[in-house]
């Protein structure tokens, strides 16, 4: 065989590894099988060390804040595609590999070859795959199926081989060997387009068709969504809120004050929600207990009373002026009743939690003794929790940042001992209290109030302290006076706190800034630190040309 450079085994891996992930997704969307790039994202950020994942994480959300990109809305998507293109690299990687060694007369690049490679790229994925996948198909059906698909992938990339490399001919003329060379180069070229077309229209296909599937089920989603939510932004007759007669008013271009779950922040391990059947469902409540019990999800609804807490959630990945933060009503029933039931006993200081997603958390039950608000929530907005947000239950613990509080829950054990939970091994700050923060949502030049010199340019947006409330946020202008802006009503004492603020008009480019203090009066911390490891703090501002 005559040798064939890397790059052209790189070449054809990423001609051959481009259809594969096509079919792959369109088998998930046509028969739910399995996914496999997402499984190995999945399965790398469960193993891979607390600072890679966390340095991860920071790279890819100050690559979205420095393209301007809205955090809250592409985060997901983002790991999507960097799971693909993760997936993506390891098939040309796998190329690479079998032309080097074909190349030096290692093996011969016939079907065996082939697929032996396909099971050595392959083999450790579907291992993979059936341990931590979602799918719920068979795992000996999602082993025949990968198998087939990787086996192909690999006869695949032994024939292309051969069919670049011929055997060498015999010896001849000079002039018949130029000649000869030209006419290979000529129909190795040929090959080469003929397969990137195919690939390329296999790839488009699979992909395009995967895709199409995948919208249709989503508005199909959305639009269940719609149809269910009891709470609008806008405030009606039928479902005011409770702060629905203060007179201050939000400043056009503030956030919505109650945040719709389908504009809802979502932040989560895995690359997609984890799906549980509810009705199947059952939460365990064992360990150092005198009645260990075995839940539904009914149980939990009829045996406990309930209880409605309206609530700002936000995440510690967030920086100053995050889109990582929403507001909505929260329905459970307090963690406290639920403990009295099993009967806790004396020696037992801990509740270790685990979930459906892998994750796991460890709550301090003197925590739990001191605060009944802490709830096992089932229901969002008065219905259900929606698969993305943690069906069919998850914690709400006050005053603590996102990354405390488990969702999708499975498992919870009364415990003596101290586990760290998942992102306080990774490095995180174990209490995750959340930090006091303002921030500046518009500055309403659309808006003018008044007419003449009495123009006042109208800046509003939120203050959050966690369950710490707010007394006062002040805003600043080109580094002048610290002025005080007025609050309208929270809707609950663990909600964000909407502030307006008239600024006199001036004309020009100017600096905003903002800050806030706690219900005792604490300052809000000014100096700037990054979120990691304990959420981030500083002031907020923006530049407006007026």
Known sequence: MKKLNLGTGAL??????????AVMYLADQV???????????????????????????????????FLGVSVADTAKIAEQVMAVLQFFVGGITAGIVF????????IKADTIA??????????????????????ALSPILKIVWLALLFGAWGIALSQTYRRLAPAEAEPVAEAETAEAAAVERINRRQFLIRLGATTAAITVVGAGVG???A????????????????????????????????????VPGTRPEYTPIKDHYKVFI???PTLIDGPSWLLPLTGLVDNPLMLTLDDIKNNFESRDQY????????????????????????????????????????LHITCGDGFYETVDLELIAADERIMLCYAWDGHDLPADHGYPLRIWIPDRYGMKQPRWITGMEVMEEYTEGYWVERNWDEVAQVKTTSVIDTVAINAIIGEGDQKRVPVGGIAFAGARGISKVEVRVDGGPWQEAILRSPLSETTWVVWRYEWPFEAGEHTFEVRCAEGDGTPQIEEKQANRPSGATGIHSVEETI
């Open 270 to 272: 895995r690359t997609e």
């Open 114 to 135: 082939g697929l032996v490679m396909g099971a050595l790229f392959g083999l450790p994925l579907i291992a993979i795959s059936v341990a931590i996948g979602q799918s």
């Open 99 to 106: 032309f080097s060694v074909v190349s030096m007369r290692k």
């Open 211 to 213: 895709t199409i599937l």
């Open 12 to 21: 054809v891996g990423a001609l051959l590894t481009a259809p594969l992930i």
């Open 31 to 65: 028969a739910g099988l399995p996914f496999v790039p997402f499984d190995l994202f999945d399965w790398l950020t469960r193993v891979l060390p607390g600072p890679v994942i966390t340095f991860g994480i920071d790279m890819m959300i100050d690559t979205m804040i």
């Open 215 to 250: 919208q249709a089920e989503r508005r199909r989603l959305e639009q269940v969504l719609a149809e269910t939510e009891a709470h609008q932004t806008e405030v009606s007759e039928e479902m005011p809120f409770p702060n629905s007669n203060d007179p201050v008013m939000a």
């Open 311 to 350: 609530v700002t959630l936000s995440c510690i990945s967030g920086r100053v002026g995050t889109g990582l933060i929403g507001t909505t009503l929260w329905t459970g029933v307090s963690l406290q009743d639920v403990l009295a039931e099993v009967g806790v006993r004396p020696e037992a200081r801990y």
